[in-house]
Structures are given as structure tokens and as C-alpha cells.
């Protein structure tokens, strides 16, 4: 059976409070490397600050065996 060609990266928000710290939401989202080569962008809600944002694709974190 052949290997599935998707891969699961993080859409991190742009998005920052009234002070300036930033928001941290993210969201997941399937992609596949061999069609889009370029990093991922999208404009999405973000609930911490209520508002429609801009979020940038981000590599997922290892997780720890």
C-alpha cells in the first residue's frame, strides 16, 4: 500500500492584543508538500481577539516518545 502524501501543519495567528503580545492561536490544517510547495497562508478567525486575521504556516512541534 502506498504512502499517503499529506502532512499536517500549524496555522499560527498574526494577530496581537491591544498591547502587543501576540495571540498564539493556531489552527491545523493538512497540506501536500509535492502540489503546494510554498508556506500556507490564510485568513481566518481568531477568538482570542474576535477579529479575522492572517495566519502563516508554522512547523507542527516533535512530539516526545
Known amino acids: 500500500m502506498a504512502k499517503g502524501n499529506t502532512i ?18 493556531s489552527y491545523v490544517k493538512k497540506k501536500n508538500p509535492r502540489q503546494l ?3 500556507l497562508k490564510m485568513r481566518k478567525y481568531d477568538p482570542r481577539i474576535q477579529k479575522h486575521v492572517e495566519f502563516e504556516e508554522k512547523s507542527m512541534p516533535r512530539h516526545k516518545k
Open 8 to 25: 499536517l501543519v500549524q496555522m499560527r495567528s498574526t494577530g496581537t492584543f491591544e498591547d502587543g503580545r501576540p495571540t498564539n492561536y
Open 37 to 39: 510547495t510554498e508556506k
